[in-house]
């Protein structure tokens, strides 16, 4: 997966595309970016990076490596002058603003559902019927989208799971 900087983000769909990619990449780095993420998407909770350090120690770090991501990423349009709006360094906050900018409806079902498919668990003691659910709640938020969602963003939000090692030491038959 590779990241680059955003277009002027001008259409739903480039929105769409550079949200996922972001939401990928960040799991990747850090289990706790899908919880930040939603909660910027969240009005009801605080995002400046004071009330983040009262949940998590890391997350005053994470939030200011987010801000440092999206300065890099959001160079164009409305999605660059969001980044100056915000402090230095308070990237869950930046996160809110674009999502208040291209989703005025943040808690929409069919953010629920990429939460859900963010945060999803693999049960380690039954992979096969966990990898079915996990499938099962994709094929819900892409008919609830109406679009898929790419299956290299699916894997990468897989690997990112507590049960990822199970995963990979599984005996698939010789395959």
Request: net charge negative; aromatic share 8%; glycine share 6%.
């Amino acid at each position: 997966m590779q990241l680059e900087a955003a277009p002027a983000l001008k259409t739903e769909d480039e929105w769409q595309q550079f949200r996922s990619t972001v939401t990928a990449y960040l799991a990747t780095i850090h289990a706790d970016y899908p919880l930040l993420l939603g909660r910027a998407a969240d009005p009801n909770k605080e995002v400046d990076n004071e009330a983040l350090e009262l949940e998590s120690s890391d997350w005053r770090d994470l939030s200011a490596q987010l801000y440092n991501l999206l300065g890099m990423l959001c160079v164009e349009g409305r999605a660059a002058a969001k980044v100056d709006l915000v402090e230095r360094d308070e990237g869950v906050s930046l996160w809110r603003l674009l999502l208040s900018e291209y989703e005025p409806n943040v808690k929409s079902r069919v953010d629920g559902l990429f939460q859900l498919i963010m945060t999803y668990s693999l049960d380690g003691s039954d992979l096969e019927s966990s990898l079915d659910r996990y499938d099962l709640l994709c094929l819900r938020y892409q008919r609830t989208k109406g679009k898929p969602l790419e299956d290299e963003i699916k894997r990468c939000l897989l690997y990112t799971s507590d049960a990822a090692d199970d995963l990979l030491c599984v005996d698939l038959g010789g395959r």
